[in-house]
């Protein structure tokens, strides 16, 4: 154990490896103030270890009137905090690999699936003991997914296919594409019973986001549920073959 930022202890500890990846993720409030360091740290010591930097990343670089297909070419766009500090820190990778010779790998995928902390037990499915779901937009949008486990099995296989890669790479990992009828279904088969369906309270939350910087930071998301989207994995395809991928009701 180290302090994250403290880049001569970490490379003493990443001695050895080859790749190094960056799972660090802050609460929203502290993105601006901790995303820039905890960047340059891990590409410090990428560059003092000679280790592959990989780093899971999101849809918010593509802005919010992001397109319904995502690919790797798709342009970026700051129109809101979060998606210019994840552009910046994809940027940073970028110019490390051309300047300093430090090799990265973005793998960017949809929400998380199979964590705390996510969505779906903080609001999704927060009420189904009650035999309640909560949908967080229109239930007929489709909205990119990521099971965990099938992420981590896909970051293996790529850490393995590296030399393959250019110093700084891109791909996306398509996971489960689901609109929030079809993730209803899914709990409603696996619970043996139906759920009434129910709307989040974005209203709610508004009115307290002038109170709340975490709740101000959430309700600027709100548009991942009003916009479909969906991730292309082709290039990631093409490097690894068929992408891991649990079925939906397992």
Same mark, same amino acid.
């Given at each position: 154990?180290?302090?994250?930022?403290?880049?001569?202890?970490?490379?003493?500890?990443? !001695?050895?490896?080859?790749?190094?990846?960056?799972?660090?993720?802050?609460?929203?409030?502290?993105?601006?103030?901790?995303?820039?360091?905890?960047?340059?740290?891990?590409?410090?010591?990428?560059?003092?270890?000679?280790?592959?930097?990989?780093?899971?990343?999101?849809?918010?670089?593509?802005?919010?009137?992001?397109?319904?297909? #995502?690919?790797?070419?798709?342009?970026?766009?700051?129109?809101?905090?979060?998606?210019?500090?994840?552009?910046?820190?994809?940027?940073?990778?970028?110019?490390?690999?051309?300047?300093?010779?430090? !090799?990265?790998?973005?793998?960017?995928?949809?929400?998380? #699936?199979?964590?705390?902390?996510? &969505?779906?037990?903080?609001?999704?499915?927060?009420?189904?003991?009650?035999?309640?779901?909560?949908?967080?937009?229109?239930?007929?949008?489709?909205?990119?997914?990521?099971?965990?486990?099938? #992420?981590?099995?896909?970051?293996?296989?790529?850490?393995?296919?590296?030399?393959?890669?250019?110093?700084?790479?891109?791909?996306?990992?398509?996971?489960?594409?689901?609109?929030?009828?079809?993730?209803?279904?899914?709990?409603?088969?696996?619970?043996?019973?139906?759920?009434?369906?129910?709307?989040?309270? &974005?209203? #709610?939350?508004?009115?307290?986001?002038?109170?709340?910087?975490?709740? !101000?930071?959430?309700?600027?998301?709100?548009?991942?549920?009003? !916009?479909?989207?969906?991730?292309?994995?082709?290039?990631?395809?093409?490097?690894?073959?068929?992408?891991?991928?649990?079925?939906?009701?397992?």
């Amino acid at each position: 154990q180290c302090d994250a930022l403290d880049v001569a202890e970490l490379a003493r500890a990443g !001695r050895g490896a080859d790749v190094i990846v960056n799972a660090l993720n802050p609460d929203y409030t502290r993105w601006a103030t901790l995303l820039p360091p905890l960047t340059e740290a891990c590409i410090g010591v990428a560059a003092a270890t000679g280790a592959t930097l990989m780093v899971p990343g999101n849809v918010y670089n593509f802005g919010n009137q992001l397109p319904a297909v #995502l690919r790797e070419d798709t342009p970026f766009a700051a129109t809101h905090p979060k998606a210019a500090q994840r552009i910046a820190l994809e940027a940073a990778l970028a110019t490390a690999a051309q300047a300093r010779g430090v !090799r990265s790998i973005v793998i960017r995928a949809g929400d998380f #699936l199979g964590d705390e902390g996510t &969505w779906i037990d903080r609001a999704m499915g927060k009420g189904l003991a009650a035999g309640k779901f909560t949908q967080m937009g229109p239930a007929d949008l489709p909205h990119a997914w990521a099971w965990l486990p099938d #992420l981590a099995n896909t970051f293996v296989r790529v850490a393995a296919q590296r030399t393959r890669l250019p110093p700084h790479a891109v791909l996306h990992f398509a996971g489960h594409t689901l609109t929030g009828a079809q993730l209803q279904q899914a709990f409603e088969t696996a619970l043996g019973r139906p759920l009434q369906s129910g709307q989040f309270p &974005w209203g #709610l939350l508004r009115l307290a986001t002038p109170f709340s910087p975490m709740l !101000r930071a959430l309700f600027e998301m709100r548009y991942l549920w009003q !916009r479909p989207h969906q991730l292309d994995n082709g290039p990631l395809q093409a490097l690894i073959g068929p992408e891991p991928h649990t079925p939906l009701p397992q």
